[in-house]
């Protein structure tokens, strides 16, 4: 005769927490995402586009303008060859730009954002339909 016994452990509330943990590092990720969230996503994907650039366009500028100003206010035009008021003159050159640079950085903010708006529009209209559906 066969005497078949079975065992049924049962782990603690903590231990199943983190067991599901565990499983769910190596368990295929889903990769649904609801029409909000998308919507969302987007949304702040076409900002944070121009947002860097101009960012990144408005820093240049400001170093251009500190590189100008050091030029014209220090020793620094000696150095580098410059003597008299030619440093001077080429510091303030190099300042203008940098300020020109600066004063860019928003409008292209406002250009980026008006041509990514353009280009995802659609999606968002789909979208906006189907959530308020």
Same mark, same amino acid.
Do not use: W
């Given at each position: ?13 903590? $231990?199943?927490? $983190? ?55 220090? $020793? ?58």
């Amino acid at each position: 005769m066969e005497n078949k016994e079975t065992f049924i452990y049962t782990y603690s509330a903590k $231990e199943q927490e $983190e067991i599901k943990a565990i499983r769910k590092k190596y368990a295929a990720k889903e990769q649904t995402e609801d029409k909000m969230a998308q919507l969302r996503r987007l949304d702040a994907a076409v900002t944070q586009k121009a947002t860097s650039v101009s960012l990144v366009f408005g820093v240049i500028g400001a170093l251009v303008l500190g590189m100008g100003m050091s030029l014209a206010m220090t $020793e620094i035009g000696e150095m580098v060859g410059l003597h008299g008021g030619m440093a001077m003159m080429i510091g303030i050159l190099i300042g203008i730009i940098g300020i020109v640079l600066v004063c860019a950085a928003y409008p292209l903010y406002n250009r980026i954002i008006k041509k990514e708006r353009e280009k995802i529009a659609p999606e968002i209209i789909r979208l906006t339909d189907e959530l308020m559906k």
